[in-house]
């Protein structure tokens, strides 16, 4: 065993304090471990580049992410402690880890009940409007991002995870410091997910990228969360039998089709489908301008009685031990875009 996978095997210590304990998962951009901070004593998840000395676009866009997370401070969002280099050469990002399932396990279930449903939203909203009045836009907004924790009885928590697609439409970060170039609201090639994607997300149409762009993605989010399915599907089957997603006409329907109305369960109030169609307007002007107008509409339409109460999807009954290990993946892993030219 080489030096350096001693490094990343359990027991390994990186950047001088992070001692591994497991691999959590790996993309295109690189890999994540959990780590037991030895200074602290505190469970964090470490992201690094994976191949150090490729093209340097990976290395851009993970500079983007730790410029985005050193500027936010919300409950929602997951929280960055650290930055630097690796001994050979790779920078890598330290964050808090979070125990809990993504809401793309949750959905697997079908839809949430309304109470969940108004709480996730909500928390989200909150956590899209701190990072919108910091120049923050994450880009990449999608279920598996969204990490759902309970803690006792009650509302769940949200986490928003993963800024590695971030669009810095303001950067704070004084270049004179370091002499690091000054952050650009670049538009990656490749990035982001279809089925979440905005229309001017797609199109690369950077002047209109904005807070309206999370919006669209946290629309799809929405309506799946009430409906239990996605609002635009595209399948295609193969030769041998097998099914796949059609991105490519997934993507044509989201820039394209007639928004979809979404059937309400009941009990669920009649404007809740007005906010879900004006979330996916096609054309970002015609959805609302800030995560925080939204919320203001979102606070009517509150269920009655204590939020939380139903926990179909999310995790064990109140007063149920859990008959499971509570999953602690973690994922903040992305697919590199190329840099801007």
């Known amino acids: 065993m080489s030096s350096q996978e001693r490094l990343l095997s359990p027991g390994g210590l990186l950047g001088g304090r992070y001692e591994v304990v497991r691999e959590l998962g790996r993309g295109g951009m690189g890999l994540v471990y959990a780590c037991v901070d030895r200074v602290t004593g505190a469970r964090v998840a470490l992201k690094r580049v994976e191949r150090p000395g490729r093209a340097s676009g990976e290395t851009f866009w993970f500079h983007q992410e730790a410029r985005a997370l050193a500027s936010l401070e919300h409950p929602a969002i997951v929280?960055?402690?650290?930055?630097?280099?690796?001994?050979?050469?790779?920078?890598?990002?330290?964050?808090?880890?979070?125990?809990?399932?993504?809401?793309?396990?949750?959905?697997?279930?079908g839809?949430?009940?309304?109470?969940?449903?108004?709480?996730?939203?909500?928390?989200?909203?909150?956590?899209?409007?701190?990072?919108?009045?910091?120049?923050?836009?994450?880009g990449d907004l999608k279920p598996q991002n969204l990490i759902i924790q309970h803690v006792g009885v009650g509302e769940p928590r949200v986490h928003v995870l993963d800024f590695g697609l971030a669009f810095l439409l303001r950067d704070r970060h004084?270049?004179?410091?370091d002499g690091a170039p000054t952050a650009t609201v670049a538009m990656p090639s490749g990035g982001g997910t279809p089925g979440f994607m905005a229309p001017e997300q797609i199109r690369r149409?950077?002047?209109?990228?904005?807070?309206?762009?999370?919006?669209?993605?946290?629309?799809?989010?929405?309506?799946?969360?009430?409906?239990?399915?996605?609002?635009?599907?595209?399948?295609?089957?193969?030769a041998d039998g097998s099914v796949v997603n059609d991105e490519d006409e997934l993507l044509r329907l989201h820039k394209k089709?007639?928004?979809?109305?979404?059937?309400?369960?009941?009990?669920?109030?009649?404007?809740?489908?007005?906010?879900?169609?004006?979330?996916?307007?096609?054309?970002?002007?015609?959805?609302?301008?800030?995560?925080?107008?939204?919320?203001?509409?979102?606070?009517?339409?509150?269920p009655i009685g204590p939020v939380?109460?139903?926990?179909?999807g999310l995790g064990e009954p109140a007063g149920h031990a859990p008959t499971t290990?509570?999953?602690?993946?973690?994922?903040v892993l992305s697919v590199a875009p190329p840099p801007p030219t």
């Open 79 to 109: 929280r960055a402690r650290d930055f630097g280099v690796l001994e050979d050469g790779s920078p890598y990002l330290v964050m808090d880890l979070i125990p809990g399932r993504s809401l793309q396990l949750a959905l697997e279930g």
């Open 111 to 138: 839809a949430l009940s309304w109470s969940e449903t108004w709480s996730i939203v909500d928390q989200v909203l909150g956590a899209l409007s701190h990072a919108h009045a910091r120049g923050v836009i994450h």
């Open 174 to 177: 004084d270049p004179r410091l």
């Open 205 to 238: 149409a950077v002047p209109h990228v904005g807070p309206p762009t999370d919006l669209y993605a946290l629309g799809c989010i929405f309506y799946q969360m009430l409906t239990g399915r996605p609002p635009y599907v595209a399948l295609k089957t193969h």
């Open 257 to 302: 089709a007639p928004v979809p109305v979404p059937t309400l369960a009941p009990g669920v109030p009649a404007d809740v489908a007005r906010i879900a169609v004006r979330l996916l307007s096609k054309r970002p002007w015609r959805r609302y301008d800030y995560a925080a107008d939204v919320r203001r509409e979102w606070e009517r339409v509150r």
């Open 308 to 312: 939380g109460e139903a926990r179909r």
């Open 325 to 331: 290990a509570p999953d602690t993946r973690v994922d």
